[in-house]
């Protein structure tokens, strides 16, 4: 299995504030990475998929980088809404993986 | 609306079975393979099990392989997971997902998801 490990687990931010998500993976997916945001009691949302391509309705803030076994999620100016979680997955192979998660709080 | 909605949770004795039900509406549901992701309280997502879109393959994460099932029923537009011989550790929400694919049906991720159900395995 492929395994996926994200840092930080846990990063405390404020409104304004460019912040960067990394997500490492134990082999090589090419740019078979998704990323996942999730604000608590609520369903995860697709924000980037193809590692850099943004979901429809995803404000631009919002950026995704790597291929291979590193790849980064950047918010580059932090809004109140985008306090949540945030998790990795790869869709390169069964069984498909996500990261453990980073938790992006307020400061 | 592109929609799905869960059903068929609650609170189980370990052992025991239970059905999860997902109910899709607002797009094609036989044109696409659906998921289950399940999250533990407090904790992360795991990945659980996939159904083509025409029910004929299917794949499960190790911790439930043998012990849960996929299917589909697609006249009804419903997703279907029984589970059985339950344990502590599959409490959890349950999410069903849509696949969302290129145009050479390459998974890219989940597009739409359910707002989950709560399975509670305890005595």
């Known amino acids: 299995d492929i395994q996926l490990t994200q840092s930080p687990s846990f990063l405390s931010a404020s409104v304004g504030d460019s912040v960067t998500i990394t997500c490492r993976t134990s082999?090589?997916?090419?740019?078979?990475l998704a990323w996942y945001q999730q604000k608590p009691g609520k369903a995860p949302k697709l924000l980037i998929f193809?590692?850099?391509t943004l979901q429809s309705g995803v404000p631009s803030r919002f950026s995704g980088r790597g291929s291979g076994t590193e790849f980064t999620l950047t918010i580059s100016s932090l809004q109140p809404e985008d306090f949540a979680a945030y998790y990795c997955q790869q869709l390169n192979s069964y069984p498909l993986t996500f990261g453990g998660g980073t938790k992006v709080e307020i400061k | 609306q592109v929609q799905l909605v869960e059903s068929g949770g609650g609170v189980v004795q370990p052992g025991r079975s239970l059905r999860l039900s997902c109910a899709a509406s607002g797009f094609t549901f036989n044109n696409f393979g659906i998921h289950w992701v399940r999250q533990a309280p407090g904790k992360g997502l795991e990945w659980v099990a996939v159904i083509s879109s025409d029910g004929s393959n299917k794949i499960y994460a190790d911790s439930v392989k043998g012990r849960f099932t996929i299917s589909r029923d697609n006249s009804k537009n419903t997703l279907y997971l029984q589970m059985s011989s339950l344990r502590a550790e599959d409490t959890a929400v349950y999410y069903c997902a849509k696949g969302f694919y290129s145009r050479s049906s390459f998974l890219f991720g989940m597009d739409v998801w359910g707002q989950g159900t709560t399975i509670t395995v305890s005595s």
């Open positions: 193809g590692a850099s």
């Open positions: 082999q090589g997916i090419g740019g078979s």
